[in-house]
C-alpha cells in the first residue's frame, strides 16, 4: 500500500512538471563490493538498480523523484527499496532543498521515512553541502535525527571522463533509542564518470569508511575500511 501511495506520488510529480519542461530520466545498474549506509555495513556484495525523473517549472523550482532497490548478499537488510522526491530552489549564494524519503525492506520489520531539509553552495570550486534527516515513520517508535555536511571537487580530464572527490561526515544527532547520539561517520570518495556514448555513462568508485564503533543500528555492523563499486547509468 505504501508503495502504491508513493509511486503515484511521483507519477503526479512527473506530470506536473511535464507542462513547464522537458523531463530527464535516467535507469542505472550497479554493483557495491560492501553496502554502506551512515557508517553501517549492511550487507556485501550489493547489487542495486534505480530510476530517477527530474524537472523544473515556471515558478523556479526544480524537482526530481525515483525509486532505488538494493539486494545485497550476507546482510541483514536483504531487499530494500527506497521511494524518495525533493524539490529544491536556487537563491544564487544557495540551493535549498527538501524532500522525502521511504525505506521498505522485504526481509525485516525496519520499514520507515524520513524528511530531510538540504543547503548547497559552491567556493572556489568546491561543493559544500549540510543536510538534516529526521524519522517521522521510524521502526520500532525511533524517530532519529541525522545529520551530514559534504564536500566535494569535480574535474574534467576530458570530453568523455571526469572525476570527483567527495568527504562526508555524518552524525546521529538524537534518537528515542539506545542508539548513541554521539555517533559519528566519515567517508572519503573517489570516483571517475566515463561516457561510454551520449546516453550510456560507466561510474567506478572506490571509498573509506570510519565510525567511532558505536552504531546506530549495533557494534556488530560498524564498518571501518575500503569499498568500491561500478555503475552503468543509461539516460533517456
Not at 506536473?16 to 535507469?27: K, N, P, V, W
Not at 550487507?43 to 515558478?59: A, I, R
Not at 548547497?120 to 545529520?147: E, I, M, Q, R
Request: proline share 2%; aromatic share 14%; glycine share 14%.
Amino acid at each position: 500500500m505504501k508503495k502504491t501511495i508513493a509511486l503515484g506520488a511521483i507519477s503526479a510529480m512527473a506530470l506536473t512538471g511535464l507542462a513547464y519542461s522537458e523531463i530527464d530520466t535516467s535507469f542505472h545498474v550497479g554493483y557495491n563490493s560492501t553496502y554502506v549506509w551512515r557508517g553501517q555495513d549492511l550487507g556485501d556484495s550489493m547489487y542495486e538498480y534505480g530510476l530517477d525523473v527530474s524537472g523544473s517549472c515556471d515558478c523556479g523550482f526544480d524537482w526530481n523523484a525515483g525509486i532505488w532497490y538494493a539486494n545485497p548478499s550476507d546482510g541483514d537488510f536483504n531487499d530494500e527499496l527506497d521511494i524518495y522526491g525533493s524539490i529544491s530552489k536556487d537563491f544564487g549564494a544557495a540551493t535549498v532543498s527538501l524532500g522525502f524519503i521511504h525505506y521498505e525492506f522485504d526481509e525485516t520489520d525496519a520499514d520507515n521515512s524520513e524528511i530531510f531539509l538540504g543547503l548547497g553552495t559552491s567556493v572556489s570550486g568546491f561543493d559544500l553541502g549540510a543536510t538534516l534527516y529526521y524519522g517521522v515513520d521510524g521502526s520500532a517508535g525511533t524517530n532519529p535525527l541525522w545529520g551530514e555536511l559534504t564536500a566535494g571537487y569535480g574535474y574534467d580530464f576530458s570530453d568523455m571522463i571526469s572525476g570527483s572527490l567527495g568527504l562526508t561526515v555524518g552524525a546521529l544527532l538524537d534518537s528515542d533509542t539506545a542508539g548513541d547520539p554521539d555517533y559519528t561517520w566519515f567517508t572519503i570518495k573517489a570516483g571517475l564518470d566515463i561516457a561510454a556514448s551520449e546516453d550510456i555513462t560507466v561510474s567506478p568508485y572506490i571509498a573509506y569508511n570510519t565510525n567511532d564503533d558505536d552504531g546506530f543500528l549495533g557494534s556488530a555492523l560498524d564498518f571501518d575500511g575500503i569499498y568500491g563499486g561500478v555503475t552503468v547509468s543509461f539516460a533517456f
